[in-house]
């Protein structure tokens, strides 16, 4: 089998989808690997540790993708790369289709074996592919609110832990899973005032005997968040329906009543995000401001830790590459139903039912 590693194209992106480590691994099974020259030097990689590793390093993303049978990324294809995908070719990525309809129109054009990192599940019916580069998400969300709540960034000019004989800022979470949860520890370890919010009452419950009361934990009813929206410094939209366009949780009528000033950072933007006035911005241009709230909803987050990122996620994704390398692509799917769910499109359709009802293309 022939794995090919494409450098990463979307704005800002740093990461790279396999390290030298795991390439030794794949070809020590005998798959061949190509490597595009330079794809892994924003994470710290050289070609020349690549090539110790077995890969063969190719000079354009054009020759990796003629050649492999399975393109393995970090983000979806852009359309500059849409040309590029081999009818029937295998692609294992971050793929969000609920908030791209056109490159599922591609990749039906193309009958791509779209696998997606987002909706691979573990025996728990967890998501293991999306889970450490939420928990990235997460951290990075109050880093990153932070910084543009800083006067000069065109924030309120809160500082989140306050000082002695000041009110720390208050950090309002809306979903209590992997990303949120994150977000809330770097919160409280900043010292600031926390309020997290989720419709699952375990996530909330599992929070509140973690944090002892040093979080206030809330139910993610409508009353309830336009109630602490109202309050909040920094606003971390953190939901998700698994496979699904996120839901709109804060209308534009509560972000209205935000401080002028405050942040919001939407993570749950590449499912479409959940505040209403949200949409999606980039690394080069990161915010914009609505209503007087700062905006910030870069799609690819974890891209800001590229080094970080890249080991979370081959760590997460080297088990089912092991598989795919020993076995061959559709015999690994055969066989583990929890990567069988990655497959979001084949032979010309859609075959994940919630990205189905969410692009509207039947499965
Ligand atoms: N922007 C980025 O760079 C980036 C990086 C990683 C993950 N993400 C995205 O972050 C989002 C969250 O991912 P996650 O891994 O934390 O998901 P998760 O499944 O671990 O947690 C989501 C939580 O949202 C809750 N929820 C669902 N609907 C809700 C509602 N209406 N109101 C309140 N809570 C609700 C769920 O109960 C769950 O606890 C996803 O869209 C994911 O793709 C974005």
């Not at 020759?63 to 294809?77: M, N, T």
């Not at 600031?192 to 699952?200: E, G, I, N, S, Y």
């Not at 139910?219 to 971390?236: C, F, H, K, M, S």
């Not at 209403?276 to 891209?303: L, Q």
């Amino acid at each position: 089998m022939m794995i090919g590693v494409p450098r990463e194209i979307k704005d800002g992106e740093m990461r790279v989808s396999l390290t030298p480590a795991l390439c030794r691994r794949l070809t020590g099974l005998g798959a061949k690997v190509l490597v595009e020259k330079a794809a892994g030097a924003n994470a710290g990689f050289t070609d020349a540790e690549y090539a110790a590793a077995g890969a063969v390093l190719v000079k354009s993303a054009r020759a990796v993708w003629r050649q492999a049978d399975l393109i393995l990324k970090v983000k979806e294809p852009l359309a500059s790369e849409y040309g590029l995908m081999k009818t029937g070719q295998g692609l294992f990525t971050y793929l969000h289709l609920a908030a791209g309809p056109e490159l599922t129109r591609r990749l039906l054009q193309r009958r791509i074996l779209g696998i997606a990192y987002e909706t691979v599940e573990g025996a728990d019916g967890a998501l293991p592919l999306l889970k450490p580069m939420s928990h990235i998400a997460g951290r990075l969300s109050v880093q990153v609110g932070a910084f543009f709540l800083q006067s000069q960034n065109g924030g309120s000019g809160v500082l989140l832990g306050g000082i002695p004989g000041t009110l720390p800022g208050h950090v309002v979470v809306i979903g209590a899973g992997n990303s949120g949860a994150h977000a809330v520890q770097m919160a409280a370890g900043m010292g600031a005032r926390v309020t997290v919010l989720d419709l699952d009452v375990r996530k909330l419950e599992a929070l509140d005997t973690e944090y002892r009361g040093r979080v206030v934990t809330l139910y993610a009813n409508p009353g309830n968040i336009e109630d602490v929206v109202a309050r909040a410094d920094l606003l971390v939209g953190a939901v998700l329906v698994p496979a699904a366009r996120a839901p709109t949780v804060v209308t534009r009528k509560m972000v209205n009543t935000m401080r002028p000033g405050s942040v919001i950072v939407d993570i749950a933007i590449d499912q479409g995000g959940c505040i209403e006035t949200i949409r999606p911005t980039s690394h080069h241009d990161p915010v914009y401001k609505e209503h007087g709230v700062v905006h910030y909803a870069v799609p690819n987050m974890p891209a800001l830790v590229a080094r970080t990122s890249t080991l979370g996620l081959t760590q997460a994704t080297e088990p089912y590459l092991v598989m795919i390398a020993s076995k061959g692509i559709e015999a690994a799917l055969a066989t583990h139903s929890g990567l069988a769910k990655g497959v979001n499109t084949r032979d010309g359709r859609v075959v994940n039912e919630a990205v189905s009802r969410a692009v509207g293309f039947e499965s």
